[in-house]
């Protein structure tokens, strides 16, 4: 089965950065896109950024100029730059990938299963 595993969460002050990573792992035949998202308290899930398989990307305009989202092929890894931290980036953030499992090259979405990160004054 496919896994994803997130890691970097933590908490920091308003204006810091983090990096988050998120590793695939398992039968894995493809990856079309890989991206990330975020859940605040009382609020709905929301795209953050993804990255196509053509490396082309998509940032939520909230973020744009202060993350930076990057893939390893080799290691079925997607990163998250995030840089200039502010109040409202406090939230579950999410992993997202869409794969291919097997030998059949048919996508499926797989999600971590979170990992929060908090701005703090």
């Known amino acids: 089965q496919v896994q994803l595993v997130e890691s970097g969460g933590g908490l920091v002050q308003v204006g810091g950065s983090l990096r988050l990573s998120c590793a695939a792992s398992?039968?894995?035949?493809?990856?079309?896109?890989m991206g990330w998202y975020r859940q605040a308290p009382g609020k709905a899930r929301e795209l953050v950024a993804i990255i196509t398989s053509g490396s082309s990307t998509n940032y939520a305009d909230s973020v744009k100029g202060r993350f930076t989202i990057s893939r390893d092929i080799a290691t079925n890894t997607v990163l998250l730059q995030m840089n200039s931290l502010k109040f409202e980036d406090t939230a579950v953030y999410y992993c997202?990938?869409?794969?291919?499992?097997?030998?059949?090259?048919?996508?499926?979405?797989?999600w971590g299963q979170g990992t929060q990160v908090t701005v703090s004054s």
């Open positions: 997202n990938a869409h794969i291919a499992p097997g030998s059949l090259l048919r996508y499926y979405d797989y």
């Open positions: 398992g039968s894995i035949l493809s990856i079309n896109a």
